[in-house]
C-alpha cells in the first residue's frame, strides 16, 4: 500500500536532497507545508502536490495522510513532532531531533506514549563507504575494533553575523555522535579539547572510550574550506584498518604478504588490500551520501515494520553526547 506522507518544511535540503528520495519509493506526498508562499508553490509544482499549507498545525490535521515528514529548524522539530505523535501519527524528521537533549527525551517520550515511531535522518550511516565498512565489521572478518579516527570540517562561511557555534554542533557534529556507536559500540566516557584561532575557526578534538575496549578521535571544526571536503573515518584493528574518504571511498587493509623478493607473488583475496570507489561517470540515479538507502528503512518502520532506521531513541543519545562535549568544550 502506497504510504501518504505530510511533509513540513520546503527548504534547499528537503527540494533537493530528500524529498527527490522519497519519490524513488513507493509514497505519495500528498500535502506540503511551509512559511514561505513562493517556496511552497515552487515544492508543489516540482512533486504535483496541491495541497499546500502554510501552518503545520494544519498539515498535521490534513485527513488521509498516514505520516508526517518534516525538515525545519530545532525547535520546529519538537513542536510539530510532539503535535504529529499526539495526533498517532509516525513522524520521520531531520537531524536535529529538537535543540537540546531534553527536547530529544520529551519526543522519545511522546514516541512511546503513542506507540508510533519517530525516525531520525542520520543518513551518515548509510553512507555508501560507511555502509560497506560497517557490514565488513559486522562480517566477523574483522575481528575486534581496537581504535576510530576521523575528521569531519566544514568552513567559518557557515556563520552569518554575531559567532555561534550552536548551528554547527546540531547539523553538522550530532552526526558523529551518533555514527561512532553505529561503527563501534555503545560510548562509555567523552572528553574534548579546543582550539580557537579567532571567533568562527575553532577545531575541537573529541576523544571517545567505547565499552567494548577500543578508543577514538575525531577532530572537527570549521577551518577548512566548503569546496574541498575533509571527512575521513580510520578504524583500526589488528593488522587490519578500514578507511573511508569523504564517504565514498573505501580501503580494507589486511595482512599482506612481503612481495618484492617473491617471484611467484599475486594478490590474494584473503590478505591484500581491497579498494573501492564509485564510478561517477555511471548514468546510473545512485545515492552516495545514503538518503535513498536510510528512506529504504524509514519508510516501512513509519509503517509499522520493525527496520534498523535510527530513531528518536538514538537520537536521545547522540544529543546527550554532544551537550557533553559541548560542556566540556565550554561551547
Same mark, same amino acid.
Given at each position: 500500500m502506497t504510504l501518504k506522507i505530510g511533509w513540513i518544511g520546503c527548504g534547499v535540503h528537503a527540494t533537493q536532497m530528500l524529498l527527490p528520495q522519497f519519490v524513488r519509493h513507493d509514497v505519495e506526498i500528498v500535502a506540503l507545508c511551509d512559511v514561505d508562499g513562493a517556496r511552497l508553490a515552487a515544492a508543489g509544482r516540482q512533486f504535483g502536490v496541491r495541497t499546500l499549507h502554510s501552518d503545520a498545525m494544519d498539515l498535521i490535521a490534513t485527513p488521509g495522510i498516514d505520516a508526517v515528514g518534516m525538515a525545519v529548524g530545532p525547535d520546529q522539530h519538537l513542536a510539530f513532532g510532539l503535535a504529529a505523535l499526539e495526533r498517532g501519527l509516525p513522524v520521520f524528521m531531520e537531524k536535529p531531533p529538537s535543540g537540546s537533549a531534553a527536547g530529544a527525551e520529551q519526543l522519545a517520550r511522546a514516541s512511546d506514549k503513542a506507540g508510533k515511531p519517530l525516525l531520525v535522518g542520520f543518513m551518515k550511516r548509510y553512507s555508501v563507504g560507511n555502509r560497506i565498512a560497517a557490514n565488513? !565489521?559486522?562480517?566477523?572478518?574483522? +575481528?575486534?575494533?581496537?581504535?576510530?579516527?576521523?575528521?569531519?570540517?566544514? #568552513?567559518?562561511?557557515?556563520?552569518? +553575523?554575531?559567532?555561534?557555534?550552536?548551528? /554547527?554542533? !546540531? @547539523? @553538522?557534529?550530532?552526526?558523529?555522535?551518533?555514527?561512532?556507536?553505529?561503527?563501534?559500540?555503545?560510548?562509555?566516557?567523552? =572528553? #574534548?579539547?579546543?582550539?580557537?584561532?579567532?571567533?568562527?575557526?575553532? !577545531?575541537?578534538?573529541?576523544?571517545?572510550? /567505547?565499552?567494548? +575496549? #577500543?578508543?577514538?578521535?575525531? #577532530?572537527? $571544526?570549521?577551518?577548512?574550506?566548503?569546496?574541498?571536503?575533509? =571527512?575521513?573515518?580510520?578504524?583500526? $584493528?589488528? @593488522?587490519?584498518?578500514?578507511?573511508? =574518504?569523504?564517504?565514498? =571511498?573505501?580501503?580494507?587493509?589486511?595482512?599482506?604478504?612481503?612481495?618484492?623478493?617473491?617471484?611467484?607473488a599475486t594478490l590474494a583475496d584473503d590478505s591484500d588490500s581491497l579498494t573501492w570507489k564509485p564510478n561517477f561517470t555511471a548514468a546510473a540515479n545512485e545515492d552516495y551520501k545514503g538518503y535513498h538507502a536510510l528512506l529504504a528503512d524509514v519508510l516501512p518502520a513509519l509503517a509499522g515494520a520493525d527496520t534498523p532506521a535510527p530513531d528518536i531513541h538514538d537520537g536521545l543519545v547522540a544529543m546527550r553526547r554532544l551537550e557533553d562535549m559541548r560542556a566540556k568544550l565550554d561551547i
Open positions: 565488513i !565489521l559486522r562480517s566477523g572478518r574483522f +575481528g575486534d575494533v581496537l581504535g576510530l579516527t576521523g575528521y569531519y570540517m566544514t #568552513a567559518p562561511g557557515y556563520f552569518a +553575523g554575531n559567532v555561534d557555534y550552536t548551528g /554547527f554542533l !546540531l @547539523h @553538522h557534529c550530532v552526526h558523529y555522535m551518533d555514527l561512532v556507536s553505529f561503527l563501534v559500540s555503545p560510548v562509555r566516557r567523552i =572528553e #574534548a579539547r579546543k582550539v580557537e584561532k579567532t571567533p568562527g575557526r575553532i !577545531l575541537f578534538h573529541t576523544q571517545f572510550d /567505547f565499552e567494548c +575496549g #577500543a578508543i577514538g578521535t575525531i #577532530a572537527m $571544526g570549521t577551518i577548512q574550506s566548503r569546496s574541498t571536503p575533509v =571527512e575521513r573515518i580510520e578504524i583500526m $584493528g589488528d @593488522h587490519q584498518r578500514i578507511e573511508v =574518504e569523504d564517504v565514498v =571511498e573505501i580501503r580494507w587493509h589486511r595482512n599482506p604478504p612481503f612481495k618484492v623478493d617473491d617471484l611467484g
